[in-house]
């Protein structure tokens, strides 16, 4: 009888070892889904809407342009309120002042002015150069071979309009695979854009590299001459949830279920 009694408690210590480990791979497993990104809050709207653009709390969709508040509501008692005037955008441009330059699918080009009272945004220019990017934001701009250029120039220059496929800079150091295809560009603060592919997140930041490093950091009377230069890495754990991932923009991720989380 103590036999038995012992091979009982023993097969129901093995058997309750196994469960447990299982219990902790499990946890383990939404913990680390859920510390990937800090949780801020959840907002109401913009459902089933593919969002291409963001830039300064502007969301552009592949239809629509819209305002998104992140810590109140609009009165149509969501975060979103659309700005009347203007649809299909593939460019937008800060310029000045809270005004922004547009750009449709049918080179028209446009102003939205945030301070405007009205809420509207127009496209009633129409261009004068035919310009050949499939997305453009800010001073990053992707053209129909998903090769990805940079350029200075704002919008209301006379010799950006004149120059405009000399101005941008074709970045050669692309570490993107030819056969993924830039979908939505999104910007976030400190000029950090985040490049969406239909495989995986890219972060594209600008900065400055000394050409005489060594120099420059042992001798008092030498100065650093510095570069710019393109930097493109995939971003690993925004890859992880790329399918969850509605967008991007001023340091917060917002995910599909409308969730929000910080980037940092």
């Known amino acids: ?11 129901l210590i093995i058997l309750l070892s196994i469960c447990g480990c299982g219990n902790k791979e499990n946890k383990a497993e939404k913990k680390d889904t859920k510390e990937d990104f800090t949780y801020i809050n959840t907002i109401n709207g913009l459902e089933n809407e593919n969002v291409i653009l963001t830039q300064n709390n502007l969301v552009v969709t592949d239809n629509n342009f819209y ?13 979103y309120k659309q700005v009347e005037g203007v649809s299909n955008l593939i460019g937008i441009q800060y310029e000045d002042f809270e ?7 049918k080179e028209n080009r446009g102003y939205y002015d945030k301070d405007n009272s009205s809420g509207k945004g127009s496209l009633d ?12 934001n800010g001073i990053v701009y992707v053209d129909n071979e ?17 120059n405009y496929e000399k101005n941008g800079t074709l970045v050669e150091d692309n570490p993107i695979p030819s056969e993924e295809n830039i979908i939505s560009i999104y910007l976030s603060s400190g000029n950090k854009y985040y490049l969406k592919t239909n495989k995986a997140f890219y972060s594209l930041k600008q900065k400055k590299e000394a050409t005489n490093k060594e120099q420059c950091e042992k ?7 510095y570069v710019e230069i393109i930097d493109i890495k995939k971003e690993e754990k925004l890859t992880k949830h790329l399918q969850d991932i509605k967008y991007i923009t001023n340091d917060k991720i917002v995910f599909n279920n409308n969730r929000v989380y910080s980037l940092n």
Not at 99 to 105: E, K, P, R, S, V
Not at 219 to 225: A, G, M, N, Q, R
């Open 146 to 162: 998903n090769k990805i250029y940079i350029t200075k120039f704002l919008v209301n220059s006379d010799d950006y309009y004149d």
């Open 125 to 136: 220019l129409k261009s004068t150069f035919n310009y050949d990017f499939k997305l453009k």
């Open 1 to 11: 009888m103590l036999k038995k009694s012992s091979l009982f408690m023993l097969s």
């Open 99 to 105: 005004i922004y330059a547009l750009y449709d699918n």
């Open 219 to 225: 001798y008092e009377d030498i100065k650093c001459e």
């Open 67 to 79: 305002n998104v508040s992140f810590d109140k509501l609009y009165s149509n008692d969501t975060n």
